[in-house]
Structure formats: C-alpha cells, structure tokens
C-alpha cells in the first residue's frame, strides 16, 4: 500500500466510476463527498462511489424502524445486522453466530434437508391443485422459499393462505420497490434530508411494517420460550446469547441486532432463492429439450417415488449443470451488495482512499465472454466437460466470493436442488396454449427477476 495520486492505466478494467456501469443500481452505502481523483472508467469487475456513508437503511434501523437523526457530519452509526455491518468485531461475531446455528440446526432430528422435502411436497400439492391450467409460480415459490427460512428463524411454517405469510411477503415485495425508488435515490444523494422528522419511516413504510411484524413473531416467540427445553431455532439461540452478554456492552448481541438480524436472514433468503426458482421453470419451459434430460437423469436415479436427497447430486450431473447454469444465466444479483474499504489501498497502480464503496460488478465475471462458450444464452454444457462429467467452473460466483460470502450458501443450494428435482419429478412444465412465448430477459430492479410469466404443470 502507498501513498500517492491515481496513476491511470489505460488497459486496466478493475476498477470504474459507479456512472460508468450504466442501468446499475446504486450502493446501499452511497456517497455524498465527491473525491477528485475518479478512478478510470472501463468494464471490470468493481466499480467506487467515493465518500462518507449516509445509508438510509441505518437510519431506519435506529429506534425500531423510526429515523435517527444524523451527526453533523452526515455520519450514522454502523448498520446493525449481518449482511450490511461494517467488518469489524461485531460483524465478525455475527457472521460466526449466523454460520454457526444455521449448520447446527440442520444436524438434528429434522435435518434441513428434512424441512426443505417436506416445504417440496406442500409445493408440490400446490402446483397439483391448477390442474393443468395457466397460473403463475412466483407466489408458491415466494410461500415455499420463506417457510424454510421461517422452519429456521422461528420453528414454525405458514399455511400458503395464512394472513401472516401473505401479510410478511406483501410487505417483503413494498420493501425491495421502496429500495429501488425515485425518494431512495434522493435520500441517498442527500442523507441530509434524514433529519426531516418522520421522512424515513414514510419513504421506507413497508420495510418498517415488515420489521414490526418481525418483532411481534420475536415477541411471540420469548413469550412462549421454555428454558428447560433445547433452543427450537435462531430465535431462541439468539435470545440465549443476549442473556448471557448482559452487562458486556462490547457484545452485539441485544434486543436491536436480534431485530436486524432476523430481518436479514428472512428477506435476503427468501427473495434470492425463490426469484432463482422463477428462473428455472422459466427456463424449463422455455427450453423443453433440456427439461427432458433432466427428467429422464431423474427418472433413471431417483425413480417417480422416492423423495430427491442432496446425496443425489454426485449421480446427477446434468442436473446439476442445469442448476448452475439457470444461476449463472439467471445473475439475480449483478452488482452484489456494496463493500467499503476500511483503509488506504492501492490497487494495480490506483490508490483507493479509505472510506470507498465498492460495488462489485459479478456479471462481468459470468457473462465473461472470454470464459463462456455462449455466455448470453442458456448452455448447461458449460457446467459439462467432454465425457458429461459435472465441472463447476473458476468464474462461477453468484454468492459473491471472499469473506463477505453469502452466507446461507449451503442453505440456497440445498433448496435449489431440492426444490427443483421433486418439482421436475412430479410434473412437465410448458408455456400455456395459445400464450406468447415469453421472454428470458430480466427485469432490473434491486434483483433481476424474469418478467411475469404463466406455465401449465402437468402431473407426470
């Protein structure tokens, strides 16, 4: 690391002004103190805004979801939580403690992988239930996918017409819009508007009425906690962990992160792992040559009974071509979610000032076109070698990489595999008749998410 000016290299691609990356979403963590040495603009794989954090999101944390008032340098306090925390000792803590209960729970009696089968089957019941006619599989998803995160926050599922699921995910789809909207923008390239009283609780309603219901489930759950039994879930791990931090106020464990935390786990795991299931019966439907291989690799390793289970996957490797690539292609989340560096860098020659966002352009990496035989269109062969062996590939990172990995991982690949294999095993899926074909190109806001679509599930 040196100190010095931005030397620009001409032919350098790694790092680009944020303007550059054109339909890009803006960083959570957006700056409002322009720097006067932009690094060179190009198409590589990070992008900087310069500046000091004014993040919203913190603001809104603050007081149970009410503004906080900022410092008068625009400065709020680190965002509480997991996924947006600043890396330090609480992050650390947090991302151990998230890591750590997520594996134990699925080494019990009722494994995860025993809650995502099941979470399949009442999919499955659901899908049955059109009876072959034209529907749309975006809203059983969004019910499937947020039962098994429920299973694990609060050791409960939702019936798919409970008030309380259809209420939660209303609100999960109000909050991602408020995320991408005209007032966020604003909120972000002026935090100073945050000391307007009362102005984040309106721009951001969903997400504080979501972070409400949030804790009365926790609420719920401490009232009904038994302290002779074993934790059921995080909720109750988490709420053992505040007890025993009482009176170290270095801990991050309290009653604040347990909110934000929640918060995290629920909504990032849900709408990430449901809008890829979106893709891959789009995709099926869309290309049925290749729904059929999958089907025939299942028939010929599962049979038309058995449940599908993860040990499965090392017999099934066009499956699990077909599973990568639908994220590879899918690329739900092109920018990632915004780093910051916390000291001076240099980079390849380009000094890189401490107090940076960063944002990290992932598609670049799978859309390379230097690495993908077709890298705009859908190939599950790019995840086959010659002799039709599975191979993930280098360049294959839709979890993002590093120590800021995502960290349900594990969790989302188990329910992409699970929920994909007992779906094709009970049902072909087509474009319904007399419908357009539609379109596999993205729609952009906070995630790429297909543009809506129907299909007809036919029971095999």
């Known amino acids: 690391m040196r100190e010095g000016t931005v030397r620009p290299v001409p032919n350098w691609k790694g790092v680009s002004n944020g303007e550059g990356l054109g339909r890009g979403r803006r960083a959570r963590l957006a700056g409002t103190e322009q720097v006067a040495r932009p690094a060179q603009k190009g198409g590589g794989a990070v992008s900087r805004t310069m500046g000091r954090a004014g993040n919203p999101r913190a603001q809104f944390a603050a007081e149970g979801g009410a503004a906080a008032h900022p410092s008068p340098a625009h400065v709020p306090a680190p965002p509480p939580g997991v996924i947006l925390a600043r890396y330090g000792r609480a992050w650390r803590e947090q991302r151990r403690f998230s890591v750590s209960t997520l594996r134990n729970l699925g080494m019990g009696k009722k494994s995860l992988e025993q809650w995502v089968t099941e979470e399949a089957s009442c999919l499955c019941a659901a899908f049955a239930d059109q009876a072959g006619c034209p529907f749309s599989p975006s809203a059983f998803l969004n019910k499937a996918v947020s039962n098994v995160i429920s299973s694990l926050t609060f050791g409960r599922r939702f019936e798919y017409n409970d008030p309380c699921i259809l209420k939660l995910l209303e609100l999960i789809e109000k909050g991602l819009k408020e995320d991408v909207g005209f007032l966020r923008q604003v909120l972000e390239a002026a935090p100073v508007l945050l000391r307007i009283p009362g102005l984040a609780a309106k721009v951001f309603s969903g997400q504080r009425a979501f972070v409400a219901m949030m804790d009365e489930l926790i609420t719920e759950h401490r009232m009904t906690r038994d302290r002779a039994q074993p934790p059921r879930d995080l909720t109750d791990i988490f709420m053992d962990e505040i007890e025993e931090a009482k009176g170290n106020p270095e801990s991050s464990f309290n009653d604040d992160n347990l909110r934000i935390v929640v918060f995290d786990l629920f909504s990032a795991g849900m709408v990430t792992t449901s809008a890829t299931l979106a893709w891959a019966l789009l995709l099926m439907i869309l290309h049925p040559d290749v729904q059929r291989r999958v089907q025939q690799e299942i028939d010929e390793v599962i049979g038309p009974a058995r449940r599908p289970e993860m040990g499965d996957q090392a017999l099934m490797p066009f499956t699990m071509a077909v599973v990568h690539e639908v994220q590879r292609f899918g690329d739900i989340v092109p920018l990632g979610l915004p780093h910051m560096t916390s000291r001076d860098i240099e980079v390849q020659g380009f000094l890189i000032p401490k107090g940076t966002t960063l944002i990290t352009n992932l598609s670049s990496v799978l859309k390379d076109e230097t690495i993908w035989k077709m890298p705009f269109r859908f190939h599950p062969e790019h995840f086959l070698d010659a002799q039709g062996h599975f191979v993930k590939q280098e360049a294959f990172m839709p979890f993002s990489a590093g120590r800021r990995l995502c960290l349900g991982e594990p969790l989302a690949r188990m329910e992409l595999f699970l929920f994909f294999t007992c779906l094709l095993q009970r ?34």
Do not use: E, K, M, N
């Open 427 to 460: 049902f072909s899926f087509s474009v319904p008749p007399g419908q357009p074909r539609p379109s596999d190109h993205g729609i952009f806001a906070f995630l790429v998410t297909p543009a809506p679509y129907q299909l007809c599930a036919v029971p095999r």
